[in-house]
């Protein structure tokens, strides 16, 4: 199995910027996908970004598009959330989630190991 830790959540102002980091550890010398997702408060978990294993696909959910970009360094094991243009509607916990596989995922149910969440707040 694959364990995940969020870092690098905070305050930030709109039109900020803020990144997130996911270090994974375990099971990393095999293929392992890599996605972020969002809960606000009241409000149902949605997909943020996912990265395939080679990092050469990438998945943005419309609302973060052109603004957020995930990467990741294999060698670190580690997967990085820039997130740019910062909006208060980004306002949530974010969650680091992963799954064995070469092949991104949008869908949180098709993710196994999750991190403990980070929160990130943006100041009007």
């Known amino acids: 199995q694959v364990h995940v830790v969020e870092s690098g959540g905070g305050l930030g102002q709109a039109g900020g910027s803020l990144r997130l980091s996911c270090a994974a550890s375990g099971r990393t010398f095999s293929p392992y996908v890599v996605g972020w997702f969002r809960q606000a408060p009241g409000k149902e978990r949605e997909f943020v970004t996912a990265?395939?294993?080679?990092?050469?696909?990438?998945h943005y959910a419309d609302s973060v598009k052109g603004r957020f970009t995930i990467s990741r360094d294999n060698a670190k094991n580690t997967v990085y959330l820039q997130m740019n243009s910062l909006k208060p509607e980004d306002t949530a916990v974010y969650y680091c989630?992963?799954?064995?596989?070469?092949?991104?995922?949008?869908?949180?149910?098709?993710?196994?190991?999750w991190g403990q969440g980070t929160q990130v707040t943006v100041s009007s």
């Open positions: 990265i395939s294993w080679s990092g050469d696909t990438t």
């Open positions: 989630a992963a799954r064995m596989g070469r092949i991104a995922r949008i869908s949180w149910n098709e993710y196994d190991y």
